[in-house]
């Protein structure tokens, strides 16, 4: 157990240092508003747990320390063989937090603090701060029991919902490619203050702050997470930005080609939340093409380890990553090696041409980026995927359709079928990944040897567990097994 002295000089003499104490039997609400206070208040938080014998408390003392030791704010947790008034000289720390209604009483830390010149505060928090561990769970936990499976289309297309767990499980091993655009992803969750009195503006206030790996970069974490061995080739800016997002995906075990263009900072998108809503975005890009010099470089590492994959992935935001010399040449080499290709071509605040990745075995496009590809606002769904399929001689095409769920137009070998499925998740947290997960988790099926019409409902699974949580975090295969594991709850077709 660390002593007061040795605290004090891990911390060393520059940093400020915050002290709380208490019994904490159950850890509430009350205690996190005022932990919370007091971390922010100094660089460490060092939290004094009263010992066994100490009036009050009902929980032994290895039992207290290791849920304080489980908070994040939290960096030193230390049971108090004494009175805290001994602590506190001893350590010396900058603030001693107490509750609010202890300001006014007899306090011994009061003393303690006034031979050293420290201070004590009485706080209680903010209310607001209850809310970070609803935050976390939106964030972490995903709510499977939102989502209903479709009826009929399993046997119009002979095979079971719980036949797919051998589709999942040939994931494994698959040496797949992943080529496009990265992305930064930062999501801002705020309290709403108000009105502005000078003018019509919402005022907030940040709590917290969660970042993800996004773009191209999470379609390769979500393969890799799934059972993928995956290579990723990337381009980023020489910034924080890019070098976070290059520990991250290493962290989740992600090979990374990441080549630097000083022209651009690494692309930045951050998401101001309340309540559970997206009240803005800012973006921070630039969209120009690589130039030359990048775009060969990044030809020649695909082409290094083209021979041994068995998928490769264009994931194009249209950020500049993916210009057309480069994706022809990676698609001919990977035409003329019988290696399966499927493609993403995302338009949402920026213009796209899906049709440009030209014999893919698979293409994902939205309604909307289906009908920039082929010029077309008028005609229906199914007309729209087949002009789609043939201006692009792609195998297959699905487009997605947010809360109506999905169009595929697939090959049966002898001729196209059009069926659709209806979107799983009835009640989406966050809809922001549910066409990447969706994209990657379909084209590993159909990498793996699984028809289209399998592959779709895998890839309409993967999203509906996917938007039941708060930003993009890598879809785990378990997931995917406990839902199909859960009895069945069917939505009308």
Same mark, same amino acid.
């Given at each position: 157990m660390l002593m007061a002295q040795e605290i004090r000089r891990l911390v060393g003499p520059d940093k400020k240092i915050s002290f709380v104490s208490g019994n904490f039997n159950v850890v509430h609400p009350g205690h996190l508003r005022i932990l919370k206070f007091a971390a922010e208040s100094a660089d460490f938080l060092v939290v004094g747990l009263n010992p066994d014998e100490a009036d009050g408390v009902t929980v032994t003392a290895d039992m207290r320390l290791e849920a304080i030791e489980a908070l994040s704010i939290t960096d030193y947790a230390v049971l108090l063989e004494g009175g805290s008034d001994?602590?506190? &000289?001893?350590? @010396?720390?900058?603030?001693?937090v107490k509750g609010k209604?202890?300001?006014?009483?007899?306090?011994i830390e009061a003393a303690a603090v006034e031979t050293y010149g420290g201070r004590v505060l009485f706080c209680s928090g903010e209310m607001r701060f209850s809310s970070i561990s609803l935050l976390k769970r939106d964030y972490s936990e995903a709510n499977l029991s939102n989502i209903r499976k479709a009826r009929h289309y399993p046997a119009r297309h002979g095979f079971e919902v719980v036949d797919l767990k051998r589709c999942l499980n040939a994931f494994a091993g698959l040496k797949v490619l992943v080529i496009g655009d990265l992305i930064v992803? /930062?999501? =801002?969750?705020?309290?709403?203050? %108000?009105?502005?009195?000078?003018?019509?503006?919402? =005022?907030?206030?940040? !709590? *917290?702050?969660?970042?993800?790996?996004?773009?191209?970069?999470?379609?390769?974490?979500?393969?890799? $997470?799934? %059972?993928?061995?995956? $290579? +990723?080739?990337?381009?980023?800016?020489?910034?924080?930005?890019?070098?976070?997002? /290059?520990?991250?995906?290493?962290? +989740?075990?992600?090979?990374?080609?990441?080549?630097?263009?000083?022209? /651009?900072?690494?692309?930045?998108? @951050?998401?101001?939340? *309340?309540?559970?809503?997206?009240?803005?975005?800012?973006?921070?890009?630039?969209?120009? *093409?690589?130039? &030359?010099?990048?775009?060969?470089?990044?030809?020649?590492?695909?082409?290094?380890?083209? #021979? @041994?994959? #068995?998928?490769?992935?264009?994931?194009?935001?249209?950020?500049?990553?993916?210009?057309?010399?480069?994706?022809? /040449?990676?698609?001919?080499?990977? $035409?003329?090696?019988? !290696?399966?290709?499927?493609? #993403?071509?995302q338009a949402s605040s920026q213009m796209a041409d899906i049709s440009r990745f030209r014999n893919m075995d698979l293409i994902s496009p939205t309604e909307r980026e289906a009908r920039l590809a082929t010029h077309d606002t008028a005609a229906g769904l199914a007309v729209l995927a087949s002009t789609l399929q043939m201006k692009a001689n792609a195998k297959n095409v699905v487009v997605t359709l947010g809360a109506e769920g999905v169009l595929v137009h697939g090959n049966s070998g002898q001729e196209f079928v059009t069926d659709r499925l209806p979107a799983f998740n009835l009640s989406p947290k966050d809809v922001a990944g549910g066409g990447d997960s969706f994209f990657t988790t379909a084209a590993l099926a159909m990498a793996s040897g699984t028809d289209i019409w399998r592959s779709a409902y895998i890839g309409a699974l993967a999203a509906g567990c996917q938007v039941s949580t708060v930003g993009n975090s890598p879809l785990k295969l378990r997931t995917l097994f406990e839902e199909i594991d859960l009895p069945d709850h069917f939505d009308a077709e």
């Open positions: 001994d602590f506190i &000289k001893i350590l @010396q720390p900058d603030f001693v209604e202890h300001e006014g009483l007899g306090n992803d /930062r999501y =801002v969750d705020c309290d709403p203050l %108000g009105m502005s009195q000078e003018d019509p503006t919402i =005022v907030v206030t940040p !709590i *917290a702050s969660t970042t993800f790996v996004g773009g191209a970069g999470i379609v390769a974490a979500h393969a890799q $997470s799934l %059972g993928a061995d995956v $290579s +990723y080739f990337t381009v980023i800016g020489d910034d924080v930005e890019g070098r976070d997002a /290059r520990q991250r995906l290493a962290d +989740y075990d992600v090979k990374t080609l990441m080549l630097i263009d000083e022209t /651009r900072p690494t692309t930045l998108k @951050q998401r101001f939340r *309340a309540h559970g809503k997206t009240l803005l975005r800012v973006n921070q890009l630039r969209q120009h *093409a690589l130039n &030359k010099a990048i775009m060969d470089e990044m030809i020649d590492a695909v082409m290094g380890q083209i #021979d @041994q994959a #068995d998928l490769i992935l264009f994931s194009d935001f249209n950020y500049g990553c993916l210009p057309q010399p480069l994706v022809d /040449r990676i698609s001919e080499e990977a $035409s003329r090696r019988n !290696i399966m290709m499927a493609a #993403d071509s």
